[in-house]
């Protein structure tokens, strides 16, 4: 098992990585501080996980459940409302902790939930999968969607500890794996060079699910993202630069209707969108570019925008990102492979020739 | 105009208190950080304070407005997805400030309105009724109703400033006047013995709205919240002492369905329960029991909990409670007049036969 922490004084919390820990009892009860327990799941994850913690916990504690429809599309207010009624039913007091078991819709719900019920409980992530390994389960980001937006109703709440048991990664769907590895391989393109070239070296280990490989690179990812949040909890600054190809990704995520394409496929599309303009920028290499390709590519990710969009579209998505401050866009970009930056001073036309190139070659491709 | 600050560190947050003050633009504009402006107000308030409010600011902000319909009942998830709906139709963005002008129930869902869009936006509390200028604008608790409990969705989230015009008391209707006056009785119960004999000389003239008075009676109550909460923020430990007579307030309300008995009124009739339950256990004399029933007797407020309840309900509603530690019911007593402590060491007994009696009195006193 390897150990790291989220550095942010009195809201620092562990991370632990390694395989079978979600069956190891003291990480849980070391993060427990009450006699309350509400696992909040959903009914693809409760079906292979749930009765293991249930048994586990409920020799020291009250254990009741939640679990959620599967799926992006329940994201919303509504069940929010739902894992409300259970807790209060079940008649949850102040210092129950709920536990967040699934992947990254469970884990922002659920970090929500935590965020406000009662006004606030303890709460502990044990992330199913790989993209809520690395990414949204560290960081205290919380929250819902909304028709009008991704994740535009929510709080900044930091989880008691973080669980990563990389056992679960064995049943993941491998769409749903190579969507975890785009945000694998973002952090080795905003603050790590060196992680990039190895990733170049390991991708078909890791695709593989070589347990000390992917151990590794959970681990590192982990740490890149602990590293940032420490710097900047809510999101006033550096902390941006974990959104590289996110606001493309986003634009793409709610033209085509939230799930259609995963997050981590709309991620991967979109930073590769980005190295392109960091490139027409002139701060990356045409070997830069056609590097980053090949690593989404060979993690079996998409690397242009789908078929369905237009520039209209993009511009139109983009325009209510959170990233927009005071009506101009800022973008996330590439001042060189393995150091971002985020900024709004780039030229509209290599913007919006980007975005036209890449779906004209999509075009193309789809003809072919 | 009266000053003072609630410290919280880097939250801290001006108060101002005064006549005519919701048109000094100046007051707003350094609480204002952006160039969007959210008011959230309800169709009562809109009525009377919005186009003042809307003309003001239209000058230097972009200005929108999101009038909820009147009353507790519409203090739910519902509601509060309006608002989030208001603030993405209108492209409100990250630094957007929502303005809460209107009473508790605005003041409540604006402010966790605040907390949770984009993860967090400022906010400034312009609280129009006497029972929000005292207690809820101040001390940074949001949230909504479920149909389970009162207040058990929602986040401890400081506004920007808070705004408190007591030419607004001019068109508060009479019951909601007193409903006010429960908490501002309260504080002087709590943690205020000179006050509250002050508050005995001076009903008459409070209740008549007398300017100076009523500003000074503002004053002390926000002045004893903001000590209160400043050794407390997130209700840890003193800042229950903030709710006498709301643990039995809150079980009367909800047994009766919200909005029945005002707020202020349950509070009230709590207060006596708390207070006949502190002497009772020998902490008051049969004399600190009849002053502070004749001073709520003398803001014309319930003294006696409703007909409809019995011992049964009262005790079924108190459980679920957010003051239930680990299933032990801590309640606020007085150690003397101006003395409140936290605590869930009384006799059964006392606790019921309070009840019990009340309920006799009350019964009687229907019959006669």
Not at 101 to 113: E, S
Not at 224 to 235: C, I, M, P, T
Not at 357 to 364: I, M, R, S
Request: hydrophobic share 45%; aromatic share 6%.
């Amino acid at each position: 098992m390897r150990t790291l922490t989220v550095d942010l004084g009195d809201r620092s919390y562990p991370i632990y990585i390694g395989s079978g820990i979600c069956q190891q009892k003291a990480l849980f009860d070391e993060a427990i501080h009450g006699k309350q327990v509400m696992i909040v799941t959903n009914d693809t994850v409760a079906a292979l996980y749930l009765d293991a913690m249930v048994t586990m916990l409920s020799a020291d504690y009250q254990v009741d459940t939640c679990i959620l429809p599967d799926g992006e599309a329940y994201k919303t207010l509504d069940t929010y409302g739902l894992i409300m009624s259970s807790l209060l039913q079940a008649r949850h007091n102040r210092t129950t902790t709920i536990i967040a078991l699934g992947g990254g819709v469970v884990g922002d719900m659920a970090g929500f939930a935590a965020a406000t019920y009662q006004r606030g409980v303890p709460f502990i992530q044990v992330p199913t999968t790989l993209l809520s390994q690395v990414d949204s389960s560290v960081g205290g980001k919380t929250g819902v969607n909304h028709p009008l937006g991704k994740n535009m109703i929510g709080a900044f709440y930091q989880p008691q500890a973080v669980i990563i048991d990389i056992d679960s990664l064995a049943t993941l769907p491998p769409r749903e794996l190579s969507a975890g590895m785009a945000e694998v391989i973002k952090y080795g393109l905003i603050c790590d060079a060196e992680f990039f070239d190895w990733l170049e070296l390991e991708m078909t280990d890791l695709m593989a699910l070589e347990s000390n490989k992917i151990t590794e690179a959970i681990y590192r990812s982990c740490l890149a993202k602990a590293n940032v949040v420490a710097q900047d909890e809510r999101e006033g600054g550096i902390r941006a630069i974990l959104n590289l190809g996110h606001t493309f990704g986003h634009a793409i995520e709610a033209e085509l209707g939230y799930g259609k394409w995963l997050h981590g496929e709309a991620v991967a599309a979109g930073c590769v969108l980005a190295v392109d303009l960091s490139w027409r920028m002139g701060s990356l290499s045409e070997q830069d570019v056609s590097r980053s390709v090949a690593m989404f590519e060979a993690a079996k990710l998409p690397v242009l925008p789908p078929l369905e969009m237009t520039l209209d579209s993009f511009v139109e998505r983009m325009a209510l990102d959170k990233k927009v401050l005071d009506g101009s866009l800022r973008l996330v970009l590439l001042a060189s492979l393995g150091d971002a930056m985020v900024t709004s001073d780039f030229p509209i036309d290599a913007f919006e020739a980007c975005i036209v190139d890449a779906l004209e070659v999509g075009k193309q491709a789809s003809l072919a």
